[in-house]
Every structure is written in structure tokens, then in C-alpha cells.
């Protein structure tokens, strides 16, 4: 399965660009490291660092948060020689195809993006991080719905990523 084959994503991703995780803007890389290797058990916890401490789950305050942030900077350079080949699409897609795209999740009928609502503040004021594009037919995201919430409340474009195999 791809993302390319997906039957409402494929067409505004088949042109779009394509670079290995090493040269990613830095919120790409910090979101591909986060959802591989802290909220996942893949890439460095799949590789038994030693040294990585996060995997399997968010972390629960927002001290861990900053933790975690500043392990994802500090090991940055290390995901990049470990990972660095991989390829990975980006983009930047209007909010509003990405809601319509969403109306067509099977997985996800009952979810509702209210534009203009208040915005959540819990965790950055403005998101920079891309969406995770998912390869599944049934849902448009794999990761990144709290942030796709947000991009839609601000009415901005949102940043997308995706796993090129």
C-alpha cells in the first residue's frame, strides 16, 4: 500500500516534492522523529539506543514535552546519520481540501472542523509542524490530527508529509 494510491490524497500529492529525511526543514524532521521514536516504537527504539529514553507513548506533562523536545534536537544529527536516506514527501495543502478530504475518511465519520473557533493554546501558539499523510484508504492522517485541528481554527495552510517507499 502507498499514499500514492490513496483514493482522495493521490492526486494533490503526485507532484509534490521529494528529499531524503537529511535534508527535511528541521519540523519535519522533528515530527517524523517524534512520531517514529516517542510516540512509537520505531527508529530508535526499534534500534536499541541506550541512550534514547522515550518510545511508546506521549509523554503525559508538559515538562516531558519540553524533555522530549530537547532530546529530539539533541539526537538530532544521529536520526539524520541513522535515517538519513529515507525519503519522504512534503507539501503544503489548502486546510479546506484537506477537511474535504477528511469528510471522506470511513474511519473517522463523526469528526468536525470548526474554522475560526478558538484556537488551543496547551501547546504552541501557531503549529509549524507538518501532518502525517496516511497510506490507508479509510483515513487521510496517520499523525497530527491536534495539529490538523488547529491549521483549520487559523484557517491556514497546512504542511503534510508522507512516507515514499
Same mark, same amino acid.
Given at each position: 500500500?502507498s499514499v500514492?494510491?490513496?483514493?482522495?490524497?493521490?492526486?494533490?500529492?503526485?507532484?509534490?516534492?521529494i528529499l531524503?529525511?537529511?535534508?527535511?526543514?528541521?519540523?519535519?524532521?522533528?515530527?517524523?522523529?517524534?512520531?517514529?521514536?516517542?510516540?512509537?516504537?520505531? +527508529?530508535?527504539?526499534?534500534?536499541? +539506543?541506550?541512550?534514547?529514553? +522515550?518510545?511508546?507513548?506521549?509523554?503525559?506533562?508538559?515538562?516531558?514535552?519540553?524533555?522530549?523536545?530537547?532530546?529530539?534536537?539533541?539526537?538530532?544529527?544521529?536520526? $539524520?546519520?541513522?535515517?538519513?536516506?529515507?525519503?519522504?514527501?512534503?507539501?503544503?495543502?489548502?486546510?479546506?481540501?484537506?477537511?474535504?478530504?477528511? %469528510?471522506?475518511?470511513?474511519?473517522? =465519520? %463523526?469528526?468536525?472542523?470548526? $474554522?475560526?473557533?478558538?484556537?488551543?493554546?496547551? =501547546?504552541?501558539?501557531?503549529?509549524? +509542524?507538518?501532518?502525517?499523510?496516511?497510506e490507508f484508504?479509510?483515513?487521510?492522517?496517520?499523525?497530527?490530527? %491536534?495539529?490538523?485541528?488547529?491549521?483549520? $481554527?487559523?484557517?491556514?495552510?497546512?504542511? $503534510?508529509?508522507?512516507?515514499?517507499?
Open positions: 500500500m500514492y494510491g490513496h483514493p482522495r490524497l493521490s492526486s494533490l500529492i503526485r507532484h509534490q516534492a531524503p529525511f537529511r535534508d527535511l526543514p528541521v519540523e519535519y524532521q522533528d515530527a517524523l522523529i517524534h512520531y517514529m521514536s516517542v510516540d512509537g516504537a520505531a +527508529w530508535a527504539v526499534a534500534d536499541g +539506543w541506550q541512550d534514547w529514553k +522515550w518510545g511508546d507513548g506521549k509523554p503525559s506533562t508538559m515538562k516531558m514535552r519540553a524533555e522530549v523536545m530537547e532530546d529530539i534536537a539533541k539526537f538530532r544529527h544521529r536520526f $539524520v546519520n541513522e535515517y538519513g536516506d529515507k525519503k519522504f514527501g512534503l507539501a503544503t495543502l489548502p486546510y479546506q481540501t484537506l477537511i474535504d478530504c477528511v %469528510n471522506g475518511d470511513e474511519a473517522l =465519520e %463523526n469528526r468536525q472542523y470548526i $474554522v475560526g473557533e478558538e484556537p488551543s493554546t496547551q =501547546e504552541y501558539e501557531t503549529p509549524t +509542524w507538518p501532518v502525517i499523510l496516511s484508504h479509510d483515513e487521510t492522517f496517520q499523525d497530527g490530527w %491536534n495539529r490538523f485541528r488547529e491549521y483549520c $481554527v487559523r484557517q491556514m495552510d497546512v504542511p $503534510v508529509t508522507w512516507y515514499v517507499d
